[in-house]
């Protein structure tokens, strides 16, 4: 893919728009991200944006934010990263100057609410799809132990309500033992 | 020194607000409400309803919400760039480490057991955000009275046109911003 200033106009249009538009906030942009950026533009692939994901949510400040961080300097270094910024952080800063001064009129606005209410429909059913597809990647890939870690975070996060942060670490320790357990034995496999 | 000050307080949130959205919350509210006393609680919770209304993480709607206050949009502008800053220099840190050792053992098993938890990540956060539509209060649950048919139809649509064909999610939003103002307008 050529870094030309086409290549960045779209980085910005494209973190700008589903900045300005994504409601919930935090991880729900992440499905809109994979299907902007992934599904739609084809600019990397899955396994690649859920590592991404990974990373910005071990590291502090709006997951908005640092995914954008992440995507750009993925695809483009230090110049991506600083269009996806700038595209993440624009919208909000210019709706909610915008909102704070009509704030009583926003408020009470029934054509806002209406718009807004069906809008969450179209989030909803995004985050569904991908989910979706990105749970059949991991069944996919017909391995047990990745199959029981998602089980197992879906549990925690859900029921239990663990810190994100520990069922990351749990996830991610289960599976480097699972490597070294699975060398260890390979060696003793062709050492006998 | 009104600029410094937002901008050393939107630091100190956003440096310290691991698991992002609602869960810097009390953070926010400690700074802003109670240290600085630059909002008034009601003032907060305003924030909140504006913030479940408009796009964009909590953290930066607050930094323009108190900026744009306390000094205009300049004021906005230096909260918003307080509040990214940590982030921008944690998370560039980890992104060249990546791109530098993604091809290490050790990473890729780490990898490779986050990406599943991941999945449960954002299919848990979708969770709130399916209910919210399908029910008209998510608190009651499922109950015939209390479901949503025009939230339930717009998202069992679009989910079915998304299945079938490749749809850019932002023509997905608008679309069903569009079709679902006219359809709860004169049907909800």
Redesign the interface.
Known sequence: MQRDSKFYRKLFQSTF????????????I???MQ??FV??LGWLEQ?EM?????????????????VS??LG??LAG?PG?FFS?LGT?M???F???L???I?TW??SS??????????????????????LK??GT?FGQKRIL??A??????LA??VFKM???L??AI??????L??YYMKKRERRVSTS | MIYLQLFLTFFHVGSLSFGGGYASLPLIQEQVVLKHKWLSMADFVDIITISQMTPGPIALNTSTFVGTRMAGFPGAVVATLGCVTPSCIIVLILAFLYKRYKNLSVVQAILSGLRPAVVALIASAGTSIVALTLWHDPELGMSAANFNGIGVVLFVTSLAIMRIRRVGPIKMMLANGVVGAVLYYFLG
Do not use: W
């Open positions: 728009t589903l900045s300005a538009f994504t409601f919930g906030g935090g991880t729900v992440v499905p809109l299907q902007k599904n739609e396994e859920l590592n991404l994901c990974a990373i910005a949510q071990s590291a502090p400040g709006p997951m908005a934010v640092n961080i992440l300097y993925h230090l990263a910024i952080i919208p909000p800063l709706i909610l100057t909102v704070s001064s704030y926003f408020k029934t054509v806002v609410s209406l718009v807004l209410r069906g809008m969450q429909a179209g989030v909803a059913a995004v985050v569904v799809d991908v989910s990105m749970a991991v990745y199959v870690i998602m089980f197992f975070a879906l996060i859900l810190n994100i942060l069922v990351l996830s991610a320790l289960t599976s480097l699972n490597m």
